[in-house]
């Protein structure tokens, strides 16, 4: 029961951890100031650069871990197990959207 309650634990944490980072970064920031207006010689486009999002990748990461140990438990635990790879599963898919869109 012990080691039920700390997959449940390591859950909980993750899922609000990335529910967190990505409504914190998918919300549009604020200018502060007006673009500036486009110079009349046009310029080569910039390459775009993929914005990392290292907290992502490391709540990823985690609940990949979190459900490899889930999967492999030896007790059902009533249900609780494959509910909870159940809700990982929803939660990597969300976090994989949010990387999507960098």
């Known amino acids: 029961m012990k080691q039920f309650l700390s997959y449940v634990s390591v859950i909980a944490a993750t899922v609000v951890v990335t529910l967190a980072l990505s409504s914190g970064i998918l919300q549009p920031k604020a ?3 007006p673009a500036p207006a486009a110079a009349a010689v046009p310029a080569a486009a910039p390459v775009a650069t993929p914005e990392r999002h290292p907290h992502i ?4 990461e985690h609940m990949r871990a979190a459900k490899h140990e889930l999967e492999i438990a030896e007790h059902d635990f009533d249900g609780h197990r494959v509910k909870s790879i ?12 949010c990387l999507s869109m960098r």
């Open 57 to 60: 990748d490391e709540a990823l």
């Open 86 to 97: 159940e809700h990982l599963n929803a939660s990597i898919h969300e976090a994989e959207v």
């Open 31 to 33: 200018s502060a100031a």
